[in-house]
């Protein structure tokens, strides 16, 4: 059974850091999309940031150019930067993976992904 853990998530103020992890366990997938995603309180999911398979990334205009994707391919480790945090930012942050998804699909948009963490939270303060 694949498994996606979470961690990282924390309070910071405003214009501070943080750095998400995301473990996978048993996920052998040599093709592989995996991104991360968020949902603030009464706010529907939003796509953040993914990595295909060829290593290009993709980020929500949100996030891009304080948030980077990365991953560790040797320890299996999903990794989310984040900096220049903002109030906006605070939400439940998901990681998610699949070695199923169409070419063009590995994108924030795209929300069928096959398998999902339950989250990590990020709140941040002004």
């Not at 290009?56 to 989310?80: H, P």
């Amino acid at each position: 059974q694949v498994q996606l853990v979470e961690s990282g998530g924390g309070s910071v103020q405003a214009g501070g850091s943080l750095r998400l992890s995301c473990a996978a366990f048993r996920y052998t997938y040599s093709s592989s999309c995996m991104g991360w995603f968020r949902q603030a309180p009464g706010k529907e999911r939003e796509g953040v940031a993914t990595l295909d398979s060829d290593g290009s990334t993709r980020y929500a205009d949100s996030v891009k150019g304080r948030f980077t994707i990365s991953k560790d391919y040797a320890k299996n480790i999903l990794y989310l930067q984040m900096n220049s945090l903002k109030p906006e930012d605070t939400a439940m942050y998901y990681c998610a993976a699949s070695g199923r998804v169409r070419v063009g699909y590995c994108r924030p948009g795209y929300y069928g992904l096959e398998y999902w963490g339950k989250g990590t939270l990020v709140t941040i303060s002004s």
